[in-house]
């Protein structure tokens, strides 16, 4: 089916607000991560979620960084207080499973400004 | 710090030229994969490359490992102007981690007419 859907693509905020970045993995792909790209950088992993596993938030930046994966499928990047810092392009990527040779499927990222 | 560190950071060349894109990372891997980026979209999987392999073709790809080294290599065949985009090596560590990756800076690609 789609590939993976992240909404909305683009968000320019105000420095303190709260901000949610939703995440729509392909169907049956039971692997979902959350990354950040800074301008002209690679990518910096923050979560991963994979099945009904307690995900691994070793990448999360700060306690203002959470993020949820309900039933299974949709995800959402909540950043609470947002600060200038948090300016990047946020990618959401789904595997079919845990498998050490799975690839990654991209979205095309949520655009991130911090006025 | 970056577990993947692709050289050259920028590379410009010809229509019909090949591209050659280096990676060095740190630690020992499960495997290494190769991604490409067009502007302002995500990622797009290009290549996976094992431990115990050494070498891996796709189409007009290349891929080269030497675990001794660290390092792997993308070449790119007679390249084309849609080509032009920026290549990501990523790495899979060997234990543990989930299905981790861990990505270098990447190399930006122009391939001109």
């Known amino acids: 089916g789609a590939g993976v859907s992240q909404s909305p693509s683009n968000k320019v905020t105000e420095k303190g607000k709260d901000v949610e970045l939703r995440c729509d993995p392909i169907?049956?792909?039971?692997?979902l991560y959350w990354y950040r790209q800074s301008l002209g950088q690679g990518l910096e992993f923050l979560i991963y979620?994979?099945?009904?596993?307690?995900?691994?938030k070793s990448g999360l930046p700060s306690d203002r960084f959470s993020a949820e994966r309900t039933g299974g499928s949709v995800s959402t990047l909540t950043i609470q207080r947002t600060q200038q810092e948090d300016s990047a392009v946020y990618l959401c990527?789904?595997?079919?499973?845990?498998?050490?040779?799975?690839?990654?499927?991209f979205g095309d990222g949520t655009r991130l400004s911090i006025l | 710090s970056q577990q993947g560190e692709e050289d050259p950071q920028a590379l410009s060349i010809q229509e019909g030229e090949n591209a050659t894109m280096n990676c060095s990372y740190k630690?020992?891997?499960?495997?290494l994969q190769w991604y490409r980026q067009n502007s302002g979209r995500g990622l797009v999987h290009l290549i996976l490359?094992?431990?115990?392999?050494r070498e891996k073709h796709s189409g007009r790809l290349r891929v080269t490992l030497d675990t001794s080294k660290k390092s792997s290599s993308l070449l790119i065949t007679a390249s084309r102007a849609a080509d032009t985009a920026s290549y990501f090596c990523?790495?899979?560590?060997?234990?543990?981690?989930?299905?981790?990756?861990?990505f270098g800076t990447g190399t930006q690609l122009k391939v001109e007419l």
């Open positions: 169907s049956g792909h039971t692997a």
């Open positions: 979620f994979q099945g009904n596993s307690a995900p691994d």
């Open positions: 490359i094992r431990s115990n392999e």
């Open positions: 990527a789904s595997s079919f499973d845990r498998g050490l040779a799975q690839p990654q499927h």
């Open positions: 630690t020992s891997i499960n495997n």
């Open positions: 990523a790495t899979r560590i060997l234990t543990g981690g989930g299905n981790k990756l861990t």
